[in-house]
């Protein structure tokens, strides 16, 4: 999982910087919009990071993450005051293939806004074009 000190340094960081992320990171507003999607984590997925943005991360990009375990579970994160990150496990089943991947949540400060780290576990090279 990406290391608390290094979320910490996102937090700040533009949104075009998160392309050198090593990890797959999803930004998301309040209500789950889309507001920027690396390049990590469009070669994850398969997606297209440009075609994500502006649409609903759980309904229209990823509706394999809107159960309670994950969307619901983002929703309570948000209503917390004082948790400004949280971590857990989850298993995404892509019709390329399934991968188990740690997720952090990660409140971003001065924005109703919410980094969502996505790092695979098995640690493969997952290097694919989209």
């Given at each position: 999982?990406?290391?608390?000190?290094?979320?910490?340094?996102i937090?700040?960081?533009?949104?075009?910087?998160?392309d050198?992320?090593?990890?797959?990171?999803?930004?998301?507003?309040?209500?789950?919009?889309v507001?920027?999607?690396?390049?990590?984590e469009?070669?994850l997925?398969?997606?297209?990071?440009?075609?994500?943005?502006?649409?609903?991360?759980?309904?229209?990009?990823?509706?394999?993450?809107?159960?309670k375990?994950?969307?619901?579970?983002?929703y309570?994160?948000?209503?917390s005051?004082?948790?400004?990150?949280?971590?857990?496990?989850?298993f995404?089943?892509f019709?390329?293939?399934?991968?188990?991947?740690?997720?952090?949540?990660?409140?971003?400060?001065?924005?109703e806004?919410?980094?969502?780290?996505?790092?695979?576990?098995?640690?493969?090279p997952?290097?694919?074009?989209?």
């Amino acid at each position: 999982m990406p290391d608390s000190e290094r979320l910490w340094r996102i937090v700040d960081i533009s949104y075009d910087g998160l392309d050198e992320l090593p990890f797959g990171a999803v930004v998301v507003d309040y209500v789950g919009m889309v507001v920027a999607y690396n390049q990590y984590e469009a070669r994850l997925a398969h997606k297209d990071a440009q075609a994500v943005i502006g649409r609903n991360f759980f309904h229209d990009v990823a509706p394999c993450t809107s159960v309670k375990a994950f969307e619901g579970r983002m929703y309570e994160f948000i209503k917390s005051k004082e948790r400004v990150s949280e971590t857990f496990d989850y298993f995404f089943p892509f019709a390329h293939g399934s991968v188990d991947v740690t997720i952090t949540f990660l409140k971003l400060a001065g924005k109703e806004q919410i980094l969502i780290a996505i790092e695979r576990v098995d640690k493969l090279p997952d290097a694919v074009p989209v």
